[in-house]
């Protein structure tokens, strides 16, 4: 059964970048019909679409995060990535990887979540 | 960019039934999906494509789309399904994914 996993720092200074990775296992994230997304979740608060990406490395993102954010796959590895530059306190965020089937617009799986804390 | 905009709390008696809203231009043209979610856990899909039950969702939970409002309706509300609800749509002419600010369900 196929399973997302993200790792990466759990704390990061302010005006740093943000690096985060999300780890595919049972199954290969170069098969096609897949989009691969970042989702996050400030402390209290509701979730945000960050961007995805696609095997073929096609990406898009949220407008509100597109000049600070890049997301890169490596498929040998069979992961994705996350960086996020020139972070603030306002990017302390759980950060969570999910899956949507292309011919679907819902995300049918996520990752557990990870929690990254951005300060000095 | 497009907005959803759901009620920020909804409070129900166990047994009886919540409805949940979620509100959008023309929303009725578009897949509304449900998730739940759990305090330190990730969000799960509870109805997709409006009204599709993923397997393992109790028949208890429903949805509907229609004009400008998507609804998850949950009967015989039990004291576990007490969670922030969130809808989720994709934005076609953006190709980019928006979710509402989420529903905190309190069964009293």
């Known amino acids: 059964q196929l399973q997302l996993q993200e790792s990466g720092s759990g704390l990061v200074k302010p005006s740093q970048t943000l690096s985060l990775t999300c780890a595919v296992s049972?199954?290969?994230?170069?098969?096609?019909?897949?989009?691969w997304s970042w989702i996050r979740q400030p402390p209290g608060k509701g979730l945000e679409w960050i961007g995805y990406?696609?095997?073929?490395?096609?990406?898009n993102f949220n407008p509100s995060l597109q000049s600070r954010v890049s997301i890169s796959i490596d498929t040998s590895k069979n992961h994705f990535s996350l960086n996020l530059i020139s972070v603030t306190a306002a990017d302390t965020a759980v950060y969570y990887c999910?899956?949507?089937?292309?011919?679907?617009?819902?995300?049918?799986?996520w990752g557990r979540g990870t929690l990254v804390t951005v300060s000095s | 960019s497009y907005v959803l905009t759901q009620p920020p709390s909804v409070s129900v008696a166990p047994g009886q039934t919540a409805r949940i809203t979620c509100g959008g231009n023309n929303i009725g043209s578009k897949s509304v999906h449900w998730y739940q979610q759990k305090p330190g856990q990730a969000p799960v899909l509870v109805v997709s494509?409006?009204?599709d039950r993923p397997s393992g969702i109790p028949e208890r939970f429903s949805g509907s789309n229609s004009g400008i409002t998507a609804t998850l309706t949950i009967s015989r509300v039990e004291a576990g399904d007490e969670a922030d609800y969130y809808c989720?749509?994709?934005?076609?002419?953006?190709?980019?994914?928006?979710f509402g600010g989420g529903t905190k369900l309190t069964v009293l």
């Open positions: 494509d409006d009204y």
């Open positions: 999910a899956r949507r089937n292309y011919g679907d617009s819902h995300f049918d799986l």
């Open positions: 049972g199954g290969s994230i170069s098969s096609g019909g897949y989009s």
């Open positions: 989720q749509v994709w934005d076609n002419s953006s190709d980019r994914s928006v």
């Open positions: 990406i696609f095997h073929n490395g096609r990406t």
